[in-house]
């Protein structure tokens, strides 16, 4: 008979998460300081598991099984960030929304600019760079019908210190309107400073990006939860659909 494991997904706090850049992944230490409530942890070795799929029988059994097939667990699957368990199909389709607010995420600690109808509900919090060329497009497109929008952009400079240095200028603009049009349309509106920036939201904004695991921008994170890498083939429909 199979031995029974327990799988645990294992949280990070996002504020408390400075050490965490993009790309690095929890050591050993980290994790055992993670999972002492579960008791002295003898030793941890990384399995080769890249994604995990629940199965669910007519009989009302639960599986936990790899992509490949390889590795099929039976236990308790614990969703630490929103402290539930997750053990039917409803579940597993709802674990792939991930709302920044119940994960803990203060916008306020982000580098974010708001863009559209603020007379409308917020649709999406969308991670871009200036330099992303399909951010650009995803840029020209909503700029037609600002008005149908109303979004977050959080700036992530995933290209390094050229990004890096837009996304300060962007971020500590003293007019927000102005580092808006500079984003949408690589102008130069922007020339006066906030007298105190706090440019650090800078990378908490990667952070936050690499928790999700965004591959890359735009990584839409819908009001709901529902995340996706790159531009919807229909972004209005996508914004709407169940």
Not at 50 to 71: C, D, H, P, Q
Not at 97 to 107: A, D, F, H, W
Not at 207 to 222: A, C, S
Request: with cysteine; glycine share 6%; net charge neutral.
């Amino acid at each position: 008979m199979m031995k029974k494991l327990s799988i645990l997904s294992v949280s990070l706090s996002v504020l408390l998460s400075s050490q965490i850049y993009a790309g690095q992944q929890l050591s050993q230490s980290e994790i055992k300081q993670s999972l002492s409530q579960k008791g002295d942890i003898e030793g941890i070795q990384e399995l080769p598991v890249k994604e995990l799929m629940l199965v669910k029988t007519k009989a009302g059994e639960t599986y936990f099984i790899s992509k490949n097939g390889r590795f099929v667990f039976q236990g308790t699957l614990i969703d630490t960030w929103f402290r539930k368990t997750i053990d039917d199909l409803s579940e597993a389709r709802t674990a792939h929304r991930v709302p920044l607010e119940k994960m803990g995420v203060n916008k306020d600690d982000l580098a974010i600019l708001t863009f559209g109808n603020k007379d409308i509900p917020k649709q999406a919090s969308i991670f871009v760079d200036p330099n992303c060329g399909v951010c650009t497009a995803l840029f020209k497109m909503v700029s037609q019908s600002p008005e149908k929008y109303h979004f977050d952009f959080i700036l992530a400079p995933i290209f390094g210190e050229r990004s890096k240095t837009t996304i300060s200028k962007l971020h500590c603009a003293a007019d927000e309107n102005k580092a808006v049009m500079d984003l949408l349309h690589k102008t130069s509106l922007v020339t006066e400073m906030k007298p105190q920036c706090d440019t650090s939201k800078i990378n908490n904004s990667l952070i936050v990006m690499n928790l999700l695991e965004g591959k890359g921008t735009p990584f839409f994170v819908r009001a709901d939860g529902l995340t996706l890498n790159g531009i919807p083939s229909d972004l209005d429909n996508w914004l709407e659909m169940e």
